[in-house]
């Protein structure tokens, strides 16, 4: 039971920085779906796992917010992608949950009793 719970948990935080996650990402460069996913797993060091089919859903309503923008870039030998870059709205955003998560990040560990490094 115990086990569930923490699934649960798990769940719910990464849903909850899913967001913020994605705009840090396109903040720098233009990204696609697959690349997105592989570099969250890969710069949290294999904790953050984000499967393609569910990061396609977040991309399309972050793009209807108007906080990223995508665009199709086909490239020889290679299939169409979309390519997601952060728009002015996305970039406020971004500046907010960025605000937001230290806030929250820095409240919990104190609560925690978790040192910070």
Same mark, same amino acid.
């Given at each position: 039971?115990?086990?569930?719970?923490?699934?649960?948990?798990?769940?719910?935080? +990464?849903?909850?920085?899913? @967001?913020?996650?994605?705009?840090?990402? /396109?903040?720098?460069? !233009?990204?696609?779906?697959?690349?997105?996913? +592989?570099?969250? @797993?890969?710069?949290?060091?294999?904790?953050?796992?984000?499967? /393609?089919?569910?990061?396609? !859903?977040?991309?399309?309503?972050?793009? +209807?917010?108007?906080?990223?923008?995508?665009?199709?870039?086909? +490239? $020889? *030998?290679?299939?169409?992608?979309?390519?997601?870059?952060?728009?002015? $709205? *996305?970039?406020? /955003?971004?500046?907010?949950?960025?605000?937001?998560?230290? @806030?929250? $990040?820095? $409240?919990?560990?104190?609560?925690? *009793? /978790?040192?910070?490094?």
């Amino acid at each position: 039971m115990q086990h569930i719970k923490s699934q649960m948990l798990d769940r719910e935080l +990464k849903e909850g920085s899913a @967001e913020l996650l994605i705009l840090s990402l /396109v903040e720098d460069q !233009p990204r696609h779906g697959y690349d997105l996913s +592989k570099l969250i @797993e890969a710069r949290s060091e294999g904790v953050l796992k984000f499967r /393609v089919a569910s990061l396609y !859903p977040l991309l399309y309503r972050l793009e +209807k917010r108007g906080w990223i923008q995508g665009r199709w870039i086909e +490239k $020889a *030998g290679q299939r169409r992608r979309r390519y997601y870059r952060l728009t002015p $709205a *996305g970039e406020q /955003v971004l500046k907010s949950q960025r605000n937001t998560w230290r @806030e929250f $990040a820095e $409240a919990i560990n104190r609560v925690a *009793g /978790v040192e910070s490094t």
